[in-house]
């Protein structure tokens, strides 16, 4: 395919299933805009619901220690949430934070800000170490852009294992329309939802210890066994209210003294090296494509911006080159070791068993019932 750039987004051909009109708008754009605006609320409607559910939320949680429970990761999304949840609709949430090893000093910060600023109760489940980095190295020997994979899984399997633990039916998360309508495609190493499957034939290729407490909650699990059969919910109430990231992030910077990071997903020392060192030089895939034009599409940034901000490194080459040692120091990898993986042949998750056509089917039908209004592929 020649390279192509959507006219009203950044996103392109890097996405090798993006699709064009005769206006050069990708689909991202159109989605955005027949499927995602008409169906997103967040003004009074917006708010009625919101209290409606907390209301709901708040009856059902009579009685108990907790009503509701937030996986916080010092970052945005997860923070601000947690502000709306204490003081918008006057829940009382269990905050929950999976320390996998790699939190930078200001995420730490910003959790205990929060905790402290909210009056919540704070629970840490941290994964054991030894096991997290064999994971993790052999997601890197596997070769497949999904590196953030082994973070993720530890963050929400530990989530719903304890919420399931303790009886607590509402889930709340940060994810949103304003700055995610724009999902990144699973070649972008965006593969959706936890398939135990996979980790388990990467790891019996790559692994050398058994992954005896890391916890891993199969997407088929949460999906049906825990919504239909436990009847947990999972709610996003950034959704129904105004959430502009300038206007969160000074709000919560004033009333909590929590600190900004540069760009999304930089809470967490890993991830922002694997967005911002290896899977753009790697594999040529730019995360912030996806994350920019969701901010484009709701207006918080323009495309000129956008185009310019992407034509650069997020960070310096130095900070960067000093990350990939750290990196390799701290999986107990020596730098020649990591720069032999690096430079090692390019596979995909379809090289490993996988559950993804399973997976695939559930998005589309998702999609179909108004559940999933984001692009799914």
Known sequence: MNYKICSQTIMDTTDPHIVFNEKGESDYYTNYIETILPNWHTDEK????????????????????????????????SSYVAYVAKEVMGLRPLLFHVDAGWNTDKAVGNIEKLCNGLGLDLYTEVINWEEMKDLQVAFLKSQIADQDLPQDYAFFSGLYKFAKKNKIKY?????????????????????????????????????????????????????????????????????????????????????????????????????????????????????????????????????????????????????????????????????????EIFEGENKTFHDYKNKIKIIGFGAKMMQKLGLEKRLFR
């Open 46 to 77: 917006g708010y009625a619901e919101l209290m409606q559910i907390a209301d709901k939320i708040k009856k059902e949680g009579k009685g108990k220690d907790f009503d509701c429970i937030i996986g916080l990761s010092g970052g945005l999304d």
């Open 171 to 339: 889930v709340l998360t940060g994810g949103n329309f304003s700055t995610e309508c724009c999902r990144e495609p699973e070649e972008w190493g965006g593969f959706p939802g936890i398939d135990t499957m996979l980790v388990k034939d990467i790891h019996s290729k790559f692994g050398k210890r058994p992954l005896r407490t890391f916890p891993l909650v199969d997407i088929l699990s949460y999906k049906l066994y825990y919504r239909y059969i436990l009847g947990m919910k999972v709610f996003k109430p950034l959704n129904l209210v105004p959430y502009i990231k300038a206007d969160a992030e000074k709000l919560l910077i004033e009333k909590f003294g929590w600190e900004p990071f540069q760009h999304k997903h930089h809470e967490s020392r890993f991830t922002r090296f694997y967005e911002d060192y290896w899977l753009p030089r790697k594999f040529g895939y730019q995360k912030r494509r996806a994350h920019f034009s969701s901010l484009i599409l709701t207006g918080q940034m323009t495309r000129e911006e956008a185009i310019d901000r992407v034509s650069r490194p997020e960070l310096s080459e130095d900070f960067l080159e000093k990350e990939f040692e750290y990196v390799a120091d701290k999986l107990d990898l020596s730098v020649q070791q990591l720069k």
